[in-house]
C-alpha cells in the first residue's frame, strides 16, 4: 500500500490554488447566494399569502420575479423588492404557462 501523505503537505492540500480557492462553491443559486434571504423578506412583507387578486393562498408559497431575471444586467436590480411577489404554486405556473392573465402584473 503507498503512502500519499507527501502530497498532503503545502501547496497541494486542500483546495487552494494561485491563492484561489477552487474548492466546492458555496450553492450557487441561479438567483444568488441572497435569494433563499430574500424569498423570505419578501413572503414576510406579502403577509405570506399569495398575492393574486382574491387568492390569499398560505400554502406552497413561492416568489416571483415580476420581470424575468434574464431581462436585468444585475442579480441585484432582478432581486430588488420592487420586481418581487408572493405567490402560491398555482399561480406562480399559472403565470409561467400563461393559464390565466397576469398583464395585471405588468402594470406598475
Ligand atoms: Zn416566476
Ligand atoms: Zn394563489
Not at 503545502?10 to 444568488?32: D, F, I, Q, W
Not at 416571483?64 to 420586481?83: C, G, P, R, Y
Request: proline share 4%; with cysteine; hydrophobic share 30%.
Amino acid at each position: 500500500m503507498k503512502c500519499f501523505r507527501k502530497s498532503n503537505r503545502g501547496e497541494n492540500h486542500g483546495s487552494y490554488k494561485h491563492g484561489k480557492y477552487v474548492g466546492k462553491a458555496p450553492s450557487l443559486h441561479p438567483y444568488g447566494p441572497q435569494w433563499d434571504a430574500i424569498r423570505e423578506s419578501i413572503k414576510k412583507r406579502d403577509n405570506h399569502a399569495c398575492q393574486w387578486p382574491e387568492c390569499n393562498s398560505h400554502k406552497k408559497l413561492t416568489v416571483h420575479h415580476i420581470i424575468k431575471v434574464q431581462d436585468f444586467d444585475t442579480l441585484e436590480e432582478a432581486n430588488d423588492e420592487s420586481n418581487l411577489i408572493t405567490l402560491c404554486l398555482y399561480h406562480h405556473q399559472a403565470i409561467h404557462y400563461n393559464w390565466l392573465d397576469s398583464t395585471w402584473l405588468d402594470m406598475a
